[in-house]
């Protein structure tokens, strides 16, 4: 009796939410092709319940549903007029539930199950008892169903970690910390300066020119696209009347995708390229081929006009480009030459005023705060056309030159976070000067306050508030995380907003989000710009040893010129030079141009440490380890840890 009463409660089905009084031993059949965990309909007293699948099937495929636990919220679609385009595709029920609209099929009667695709993944639904072929009808699925075993991408020595959230089926920042809910910045001792871009799309005037709104949140608030939806709908779709989005790509396969190697990741993003409308030249379809015709003379104003007149539709399109009076075809050497030209003279802070060097190396760029007055044409559309060519660049396996930007703009497009690390990366010596601050007590003698000074090319110095009230709040030793809050949130955005929001939307104009997810910043730079074949010779002769490296032939020197000749790739080698230096290529001129590469033995510091790099002054600061795997070892997980 007790072993009959154990397989009773082995069949019994735990719903949730309120009570509702059944008949003894209410029962109901599981139907045909269900599996535990998925969720099917079915009638109790006169009314339609969702239920889910218990874990335990029974051979007669029949559970009983206790009377304290179902569900007695009446779970049955309403067939009533439903306005698709003011309703949201999915949205939340609970923690676990997503509620999913679709229609009926052809040939499908009340009760009978079909499948649905959501995020990629087929899902069983039952008909409703009132339903009929071409109706809408809501039905929920089971988060658990959808979302795989994903692969969390790390950040930030592990504290921050994205993953798939099942409330939106968004990607997440969540922090990974056991210790403390703050995320540790280790540098400046701070725990919560990390920031996140949050894009908040807009229609504009234009169709083809979508706005928005660009603003900093913290890492935990910032939510990210993990999926992809065609926006076009394939012929065959609209003969047959279906004009549903199909998914190209969802969150399962990104969080696989994001931690393979370089090359595989790029195989794979150049694949979904080509499922959105693929880059491509002169010997693809001419039917589906975007021709671009360019006087030399006028390079930066025809092409400009040329990619701003275009939709997204036709920027995903395969290009060719013809320069006037030079008659042939386009099998890729002419759109490369293209990419080179405009992207040479756009990138040159010298040229058009839109950007200005990084303070710690001169091979990268930001946004020149002053580029309104500097630049005589609508900067805006420069920087909008800026972002619309780095995102055809990567969408077409193209290199633009001279295109080095500071590496908080790349993660302003990939939505990475942000920390002061950033601000360290671009101007060393204004990061050293707040870590200072740290050391003072008193700040009355400062007479600092929430503000910072500004001047635009021959006018007077302006004071700018960086936050509401700035110039009446004073700095002192409480609210110095505040200042260093407010000033990390200035520089890396408030500051160009407007030049930062346009070259964003641009790229995105492009490339849309959810693919983007598997990049780090280091491997979108080095992607746009181009892994550069590093000249080690050119290296060695442009080196200078310091500390416990007084010769160059001291046996951890020699152990490093063997690693980074021998046992490197050119990818570890871009990696360990972006370390270094905080880029990953280096000009025409060759090391040269860095003023010296230095390398430093530290003779205080333990073996078990890693190396450290001083960027602003291209130095490479190192213990002096004992054995080359000992080296190798530390010098692999040194690049490893900074790749974003």
Same mark, same amino acid.
């Given at each position: 009796?007790?072993?009959?009463?154990?397989?009773?409660?082995?069949?019994?089905?735990?719903?949730?939410?309120?009570?509702?009084?059944?008949?003894?031993?209410?029962?109901?059949?599981?139907?045909?092709?269900?599996?535990?965990?998925?969720?099917?309909?079915?009638?109790?007293?006169?009314?339609?319940?969702?239920?889910?699948?218990?874990?335990?099937?029974?051979?007669?495929?029949?559970?009983?549903?206790?009377?304290?636990?179902?569900?007695?919220?009446?779970?049955?679609?309403?067939? +009533?007029?439903?306005?698709?385009?003011?309703?949201?595709?999915?949205?939340?029920?609970?923690?676990?539930?997503?509620?999913?609209?679709?229609?009926?099929? /052809?040939?499908?009667?009340?009760?009978?199950?079909?499948?649905?695709?959501?995020?990629?993944? *087929?899902?069983?639904?039952?008909?409703? %008892?009132?339903?009929?072929?071409?109706?809408?009808?809501?039905?929920?699925?089971?988060?658990?169903?959808?979302?795989?075993?994903?692969?969390?991408?790390?950040?930030?020595?592990?504290?921050?970690?994205?993953?798939?959230?099942?409330?939106?089926?968004?990607?997440?920042?969540?922090?990974?910390?056991?210790?403390?809910? !703050?995320?540790?910045?280790?540098?400046?001792?701070?725990?919560?300066?990390?920031?996140?871009?949050?894009? *908040?799309?807009?229609?504009?005037?234009?169709?083809?020119?979508?706005?928005?709104?660009?603003?900093?949140?913290?890492?935990?608030?910032?939510?990210?696209? +993990?999926?992809?939806?065609?926006?076009?709908?394939? %012929?065959?779709?609209? #003969?047959?009347?279906?004009?549903?989005?199909?998914?190209?790509?969802?969150?399962?396969?990104?969080?696989?995708?994001?931690?393979?190697?370089?090359?595989?990741?790029?195989?794979?993003?150049? !694949?979904?390229?080509?499922?959105?409308?693929?880059?491509?030249?002169?010997?693809?379809?001419?039917?589906?081929?975007?021709?671009?015709?360019?006087?030399?003379?006028?390079?930066?104003?025809?092409?400009?006009?040329?990619?701003?007149?275009?939709? $997204?539709?036709?920027?995903?399109?395969?290009?060719?480009?013809?320069?006037?009076?030079?008659?042939?075809?386009?099998?890729?050497?002419?759109?490369?030459?293209?990419?080179?030209?405009?992207?040479?003279?756009?990138?040159?802070?010298?040229?058009?005023?839109?950007?200005?060097?990084?303070?710690?190396?001169?091979?990268?760029?930001?946004?020149?705060?002053?580029?309104?007055?500097?630049?005589?044409?609508?900067?805006?559309?420069?920087?909008?056309?800026?972002?619309?060519?780095?995102?055809?660049?990567?969408?077409?396996?193209?290199?633009?030159?001279?295109?080095?930007?500071?590496?908080?703009?790349?993660?302003?497009?990939?939505?990475?976070?942000?920390?002061?690390?950033?601000? #360290?990366?671009?101007?060393?010596?204004?990061?050293?000067?707040?870590?200072?601050?740290?050391?003072?007590?008193?700040?009355?003698?400062?007479?600092?306050?929430?503000?910072?000074?500004?001047?635009?090319?021959?006018? %007077?110095?302006?004071?700018? /508030?960086?936050?509401?009230?700035?110039?009446?709040?004073?700095?002192? $030793?409480?609210?110095? %995380?505040?200042?260093?809050?407010?000033?990390?949130?200035?520089?890396?955005?408030?500051?160009?907003?407007?030049?930062?929001?346009?070259?964003?939307?641009?790229?995105?104009?492009?490339?849309?989000? #959810?693919?983007?997810?598997?990049?780090? +910043?280091? /491997?979108?730079?080095?992607?746009?710009?181009?892994?550069?074949?590093?000249?080690?010779?050119?290296?060695?002769?442009?080196?200078?040893?310091?500390? #416990?490296?007084?010769?160059?032939? /001291?046996?951890?020197?020699?152990?490093?010129?063997?690693?980074?000749?021998?046992?490197?790739?050119?990818?570890?080698?871009?990696?360990?030079?972006?370390?270094? *230096?905080?880029?990953?290529?280096?000009?025409?001129?060759?090391?040269?141009?860095?003023?010296?590469?230095?390398?430093?033995?530290?003779?205080? !510091?333990?073996?078990?440490?890693?190396?450290?790099?001083?960027?602003?002054?291209?130095?490479?600061?190192?213990?002096?380890?004992? *054995?080359?795997?000992?080296?190798? +070892? $530390?010098?692999?997980?040194?690049?490893?840890?900074?790749?974003?």
């Amino acid at each position: 009796m007790k072993q009959q009463d154990q397989q009773q409660g082995d069949n019994t089905y735990r719903a949730k939410k309120k009570k509702l009084l059944l008949p003894k031993n209410t029962r109901v059949k599981i139907p045909p092709r269900i599996k535990p965990g998925m969720t099917f309909m079915a009638m109790i007293q006169g009314k339609e319940y969702s239920i889910i699948c218990p874990k335990r099937i029974p051979l007669h495929r029949r559970i009983r549903v206790s009377n304290n636990l179902v569900n007695n919220t009446n779970l049955s679609p309403s067939l +009533s007029t439903f306005d698709r385009e003011n309703d949201e595709t999915i949205q939340l029920e609970n923690n676990n539930l997503l509620v999913v609209d679709t229609v009926v099929p /052809e040939r499908i009667k009340p009760f009978d199950f079909f499948e649905i695709q959501v995020y990629g993944t *087929t899902i069983q639904v039952q008909c409703p %008892k009132d339903g009929n072929p071409g109706q809408y009808f809501q039905c929920q699925i089971n988060a658990k169903d959808i979302i795989h075993d994903t692969k969390a991408m790390k950040y930030n020595n592990n504290n921050l970690v994205r993953t798939v959230c099942a409330k939106d089926l968004k990607f997440r920042w969540m922090n990974n910390s056991k210790t403390d809910d !703050a995320i540790v910045d280790q540098s400046l001792e701070e725990d919560d300066i990390v920031f996140v871009r949050h894009l *908040t799309f807009q229609e504009g005037k234009d169709k083809r020119l979508p706005t928005g709104i660009l603003s900093l949140v913290s890492a935990t608030e910032a939510t990210f696209n +993990s999926t992809i939806e065609d926006d076009e709908t394939t %012929k065959e779709k609209k #003969a047959s009347g279906d004009d549903e989005k199909s998914t190209v790509v969802t969150f399962n396969t990104i969080s696989d995708v994001q931690v393979k190697p370089l090359e595989e990741k790029l195989r794979w993003f150049h !694949a979904v390229c080509k499922d959105l409308g693929g880059g491509g030249n002169c010997q693809k379809d001419g039917n589906n081929l975007i021709k671009l015709v360019i006087r030399r003379e006028h390079l930066m104003q025809d092409s400009i006009k040329a990619v701003m007149s275009m939709g $997204k539709e036709h920027l995903r399109m395969p290009w060719c480009i013809e320069f006037i009076h030079e008659p042939g075809v386009d099998w890729g050497g002419v759109t490369r030459e293209w990419f080179q030209l405009v992207s040479q003279q756009l990138f040159n802070p010298k040229n058009n005023g839109l950007w200005v060097c990084s303070p710690n190396n001169p091979m990268n760029l930001a946004i020149n705060p002053s580029s309104a007055s500097a630049c005589d044409v609508d900067y805006l559309l420069y920087f909008r056309f800026a972002g619309r060519l780095l995102g055809r660049a990567l969408f077409d396996q193209q290199i633009v030159k001279g295109g080095h930007l500071a590496s908080y703009l790349y993660k302003h497009f990939l939505g990475l976070p942000i920390t002061m690390q950033d601000l #360290a990366d671009y101007d060393y010596d204004f990061y050293v000067a707040l870590r200072k601050l740290r050391d003072i007590d008193d700040f009355s003698e400062l007479f600092l306050d929430f503000t910072v000074t500004e001047q635009q090319d021959d006018s %007077k110095p302006t004071s700018v /508030e960086i936050i509401t009230g700035g110039c009446n709040k004073s700095v002192t $030793k409480h609210n110095l %995380k505040e200042y260093y809050r407010a000033l990390l949130q200035y520089r890396v955005l408030e500051r160009t907003k407007l030049q930062t929001t346009e070259l964003v939307l641009g790229f995105l104009d492009v490339i849309p989000e #959810a693919p983007l997810a598997i990049f780090d +910043s280091n /491997e979108l730079e080095s992607t746009l710009c181009g892994l550069p074949i590093i000249d080690v010779e050119d290296w060695k002769a442009n080196t200078v040893y310091s500390g #416990a490296f007084s010769t160059g032939k /001291e046996e951890p020197v020699q152990w490093f010129w063997e690693i980074v000749t021998v046992d490197f790739d050119n990818e570890q080698r871009s990696r360990l030079l972006q370390f270094v *230096t905080g880029s990953s290529g280096v000009s025409l001129s060759g090391f040269a141009s860095l003023g010296g590469f230095v390398l430093e033995g530290d003779t205080t !510091a333990s073996t078990d440490r890693f190396p450290k790099a001083r960027t602003c002054f291209n130095r490479l600061i190192m213990p002096c380890y004992k *054995t080359k795997d000992e080296l190798l +070892s $530390k010098f692999k997980t040194a690049i490893s840890l900074s790749l974003v």
